[in-house]
């Protein structure tokens, strides 16, 4: 992980989210991008005093080390960020979304929903309540994978997602897949399992578990529901046609009290 981008409205929601990246940088030694998409009329030189003060507060209480540089754009929010991650090519994007404790529906911000549709890198979804000391207990130190076990085009979220997981204390991880009960999968797909278990290990214990289920975001809840050592929820979100489909993923964002990385696997639109 080189470059992490990370946008800010300077929102509570934000702010953790920053804290987040921040984080993730000062582990990774990666480099922050700390981006605000501004509106018409908006004072550019007060934004830009807010960006670097955002900045300075996070070096102060996370550390100096942390390398990261202030962005601004105006325009479209999911454009104006599409350009710059052209720009940057940053490895993964962490922003912030609404949420609430307890799997509990509410409606996410319309910015994340565009942003988990059209943005072809990993993106880290922060809801308000998850906090990165979390990562560092290890009662909560399960990585679960949410899968459809089709074959992935690009694997190289795969490595992302291996790197968060080697930042939790003690990390597990656990291949979830999801299927109504009296079916089996095909050769295709146990071969896949497989691969996906074998990509993170020996560094990430990692094993399989299959939930049945008429319902694939019923199915992942109720998993959570019941296995209270969750850190963080990984999604691959897909166009069409297969099992967890973007609005799945963004459903997902929406309920859970967790980090949750979509890896998105196919075209923007």
Not at 16 to 42: H, P, Q, S, Y
Not at 116 to 125: E, G, K, Y
């Amino acid at each position: 992980m080189k470059t992490v981008i990370a946008p800010i409205d300077f929102s509570e929601v934000s702010k953790n989210a920053l804290w987040f990246a921040g984080e993730i940088c000062k582990r990774t030694a990666a480099r922050l991008i700390v981006v605000n998409v501004m509106n018409d009329g908006d004072d550019r030189e007060a934004i830009h005093r807010e960006i670097k003060q955002a900045i300075s507060n996070l070096q102060n209480f996370i550390g100096s080390e942390v390398q990261a540089d202030a962005a601004m754009v105006s325009g479209n929010f999911v454009s104006s960020l599409t350009e710059l991650i052209g720009e940057y090519q940053p490895d993964l994007m962490v922003m912030g979304t609404k949420g609430a404790s307890g799997l509990k529906r509410i409606l996410i911000g319309s910015n994340t929903v565009q942003i988990l549709a059209n943005v072809q890198i990993p993106v880290l979804v922060i809801p308000e309540v998850a906090r990165f000391k979390n990562f560092l207990k290890v009662g909560r130190n399960r990585v679960v994978l949410a899968t459809d076990l089709h074959e992935l085009k690009d694997e190289s979220a795969l490595d992302i997602l291996k790197e968060l997981a080697l930042l939790i204390e003690e990390p597990k991880l656990r291949v979830i897949s999801v299927r109504p009960e009296n079916t089996d999968i095909d050769d295709s797909k146990r071969m896949e399992r497989s691969a996906l278990v074998s990509h993170f290990r020996p560094e990430v214990p990692t094993e399989w578990y299959t939930i049945f289920s008429k319902s694939v975001l019923g199915g992942i809840k109720y998993y959570l529901d019941k296995n209270r050592d969750t850190g963080l929820v990984a999604m691959i979100a897909r166009d069409t046609g297969q099992l967890i489909q973007k609005h799945f993923t963004r459903e997902m964002a929406s309920h859970t009290e967790y980090p949750l990385l979509v890896m998105n696997e196919g075209d923007p639109g």
